[in-house]
């Protein structure tokens, strides 16, 4: 047997390998729902660290609750237009 013949198959470049589950596409659009809104309430710098950072009123990274599911997107929508809502004096 040749050494061609021993080694293993060449992975193309551009094919990147699948060590994670895919996102559940519903999951996928929450996701972009709640970066949108973040980005545009919020903007960028302010909306990256809210949904990166652990929020004590939500009970952990807003981000990770927005996509975990729909009851969870909720809150953070509601949380994100409290930061933006003006205090009344």
Same mark, same amino acid.
């Given at each position: 047997?040749? %050494? %061609?013949?021993?080694? +293993? +198959? /060449? /992975? ?11 996102? @559940? ?6 996701? &972009? ?17 809210? =949904?990166? &950072? *652990?929020? %004590?009123?939500? &009970? &952990? /990274?807003? =981000?990770?609750?927005? !996509?975990?599911? @729909? *009851?969870? =997107? %909720?809150? !953070? @929508? /509601?949380?994100?237009?409290?930061? !933006? ?5």
């Amino acid at each position: 047997m040749t %050494e %061609e013949a021993k080694a +293993p +198959p /060449r /992975r193309s470049a551009f094919q990147p390998r699948r060590t994670m589950k895919r996102m @559940e596409p519903t999951a996928a659009e929450r996701q &972009g729902r709640i970066t949108l809104l973040a980005w545009n309430r919020l903007g960028g710098d302010r909306a990256i660290a809210f =949904l990166n &950072g *652990h929020d %004590e009123a939500l &009970g &952990g /990274r807003p =981000l990770d609750l927005a !996509v975990a599911s @729909e *009851h969870g =997107l %909720e809150a !953070v @929508e /509601r949380a994100i237009e409290a930061l !933006v809502a003006p205090t009344s004096p």
